[in-house]
């Protein structure tokens, strides 16, 4: 209890009233649970004047449908449980707080049909069924909108990494083609200068078996005149 008192107390000293609500509600719960039964009535009390304060009908129907449930089983007052819920019926259909909806009509039917009233007992049955089902069918809707949601995240993302490898691919054949390329170029110009080194070559021995010729000629030719 200790820290419940201590959680009422910070939130009365910071004013929070919503968080006061839930407080005392919480604290209500506790007290029931250890048989405590005045002590929760007060605090579930406390919480539903703090929500109606607050203007927050769906939990305020929260509060009262643990009141009925209190007087319903610990005193087994049907009366009583049966205003705590209609008043929690009323303010749960105006906020379509629809959870707490389907166990207020499933409480009632119940009620209903301890107090043997079985016309009242069968209508709110079904009427828990019909919510039931229809809190079932958006809850699947929900999943199913999901699941969809999940699969085309997961599709997407696998077309990603599918066109990610063929660009990675095509980078790559595009890199190993440039490098072939560079290759090839430099191997044509390597062919090309050793092709002008040779035929350079061959025109300096050219020149110089030309530069030979003329000057064993022209030794030849003094040679004769000496003679």
């Known amino acids: 209890y200790f820290y419940s008192y201590l959680s009422i107390k910070n939130k009365i000293k910071t004013n929070d009233n919503y968080g006061l609500a839930i407080s005392f509600n919480n604290l209500a719960t506790i007290y029931e649970e250890d048989k405590q ?8 009390t406390k919480s539903v004047d703090k ?24 005193y087994n007052d049907l009366s009583k449980a049966e205003e705590y819920l209609h008043e929690a019926m009323k303010y749960a259909e105006k906020s379509e707080a629809k959870s707490i909806l389907c166990k207020i009509y499933g409480n009632l ?3 209903y049909y301890d107090w043997r009233k079985y016309k009242l007992a069968s209508d ?7 919510i039931h089902d229809s809190l079932y069918n958006i809850e699947r809707d929900e999943k199913i909108a999901e699941i969809q949601t999940k699969y085309e995240t997961e599709k997407k993302d696998k077309n990603i990494a599918v066109l990610e490898g063929k660009k ?17 170029g430099a191997g ?3 062919i090309l200068l050793l092709g002008l080194l040779i035929i350079q070559r061959n025109k300096r021995k050219a020149a110089a078996e030309k530069n030979t010729a003329i000057i ?12």
């Open 37 to 44: 039964i005045d002590s929760a009535l007060k605090y579930y």
């Open 216 to 227: 064993y000629e022209q030794e030849q030719g003094i040679k004769a005149i000496i003679q």
């Open 124 to 130: 709110f049955l079904w009427k828990r069924i019909e």
């Open 188 to 190: 044509i110009i390597g």
């Open 51 to 74: 929500y109606k304060e607050l203007g927050n009908l769906g939990r305020c129907a929260s509060s009262l449908y643990n009141l009925s449930s209190v007087y319903k089983d610990q």
């Open 168 to 184: 990675a691919h095509a980078d790559l054949e595009i890199s190993n083609r440039n490098t072939w390329i560079l290759g090839l």
């Open 109 to 111: 039917g119940n009620l």
